[in-house]
């Protein structure tokens, strides 16, 4: 099992800046990949960014070169840098932990962002 606790959300202003952590802990060595989801309200659940332990990333059109994603594997943390931060932006942010044991990803309770414009 993996366990997963993020940190970090907030309100911040239009163009502003926020970094999300995520802290693994459990089964740390048995993760491939950790990625970001948002959720806005009445919105589905959107992937933001990934990270996998080759270090390769993805993100979303949507945040290209806005959003960073990366990753301390001596703190077992997770982190999503946030710039230029837009009214769209705003939703509840996940992180999720894909592992060579589970079938299913673990994910943590989520952290709201809001973003007022």
């Known amino acids: 099992q993996v366990q997963l606790v993020e940190s970090g959300g907030g309100l911040v202003q239009t163009g502003g800046s926020l970094t999300l952590s995520c802290a693994a802990s459990g089964s740390i060595r048995s993760i491939n990949a950790m990625s970001w989801y948002r959720q806005a309200p009445g919105a589905q659940r959107e992937l933001v960014a990934r990270?996998?332990?080759?270090?390769?990333?993805y993100y979303a059109d949507s945040v290209k070169e806005r959003f960073t994603i990366s990753r301390d594997n001596a703190k077992n943390t997770m982190y999503l840098q946030m710039n230029t931060l837009k009214p769209e932006d705003t939703a509840v942010y996940y992180c999720t932990a894909e592992t060579i044991d589970y079938s299913h990803p673990f994910w943590g309770q989520g952290t709201q962002v809001t973003v007022s414009s």
């Open positions: 990270i996998t332990t080759g270090d390769y990333t």
